[in-house]
């Protein structure tokens, strides 16, 4: 099966500023997603990567926020933009193979702390 | 964001004793469930996916039990060892395949 990797797998960051992370697949996937596990909290989609397309937010989430890329269809960038402390999560990508009842597969993570 | 619930949050049990927990999701417009280990500095990875009432599944020493028309799984882990400790994830799929996390179990095997 592909394997998926982020980077990075944690930071540290000052509010106000922006962390952008990246996702590699090892072989083409055509759904590329992205979540966030806020502390105490489900893991909840922020968005479905389009390839060659805008990205398609769910409720809650906004392009000016967490603006993503996807420029091929083995890697996406999410970034979280002008972080407060309530940004503080992990941060995690994901494809399927397909919709409904494909599995996900999910990177590693990445630990965000906002001060 | 529909409602899926997970109990209890956290359990410890024992090596070599059997526990279960719970998620509970909505009982229509089911189309599948997921249910995900989580590992601590690991990706979650898949552990069954289920989609007909009265499915079970098993894998080694961990099944699951579904059952749709009332909205509950049942995730069973027998004879514990510690490296069943992580957390478990279930995820609800209605029929616009949208995926709905709950908040999950984390079960510590204390050898």
Same mark, same amino acid.
């Given at each position: 099966s592909a394997v998926i990797s982020q980077k990075p797998s944690r930071d540290i960051c000052q509010r106000g500023t922006s962390l952008t992370i990246q996702c590699q697949v090892d072989s083409q996937v055509t759904m590329m997603f992205w979540y966030r596990q806020q502390p105490g909290q489900s893991l909840t989609l922020i968005a479905t990567a389009n390839q060659g397309s805008e990205a398609t937010y769910e409720s809650g989430f906004v392009?000016?926020?967490?603006?993503?890329?996807?420029?091929?269809?083995?890697?996406?960038?999410?970034?979280?933009?002008?972080?407060?402390?309530? @940004?503080?999560?992990?941060?995690?990508?994901?494809?399927?193979?397909?919709?409904?009842?494909?599995?996900?597969?999910?990177?590693?993570?990445?630990?965000?702390?906002?001060? | 964001i529909l409602n899926v619930e997970q109990s209890p949050q956290s359990l410890h049990v024992q090596e070599g004793d059997s526990t279960n927990f719970t998620c509970s999701f909505p009982?229509?417009?089911? #189309?599948?469930?997921?249910? #995900?280990?989580?590992?601590?500095?690991?990706?979650?990875?898949?552990?069954?996916?289920?989609?007909?009432?009265g499915d079970e599944k098993k894998k080694g020493r961990i099944s699951a039990t579904l059952n749709t028309k009332e909205g509950y799984?049942?995730? #069973?882990?027998?004879?514990?060892?510690?490296? @069943?400790?992580?957390?478990?994830?279930?995820?609800?799929?209605?029929?616009?395949?949208?995926?709905?996390?709950?908040?999950?179990?984390?079960?510590?095997?204390?050898a």
């Open positions: 392009i000016d926020k967490f603006p993503i890329s996807r420029p091929n269809l083995t890697f996406s960038t999410l970034t979280v933009s002008n972080m407060s402390p309530e @940004d503080s999560s992990i941060y995690l990508c994901s494809f399927s193979l397909g919709t409904g009842a494909y599995e996900q597969y999910f990177g590693p993570g990445t630990r965000l702390t906002v001060t | 009982s229509s417009n089911f #189309y599948a469930l997921h249910w #995900y280990r989580w590992e601590t500095a690991k990706s979650p990875e898949a552990l069954f996916v289920m989609t007909l009432n799984s049942y995730l #069973y882990i027998k004879g514990s060892q510690p490296e @069943d400790s992580a957390t478990y994830l279930c995820a609800f799929i209605n029929h616009d395949y949208k995926l709905s996390f709950g908040a999950g179990t984390t079960v510590t095997v204390r």
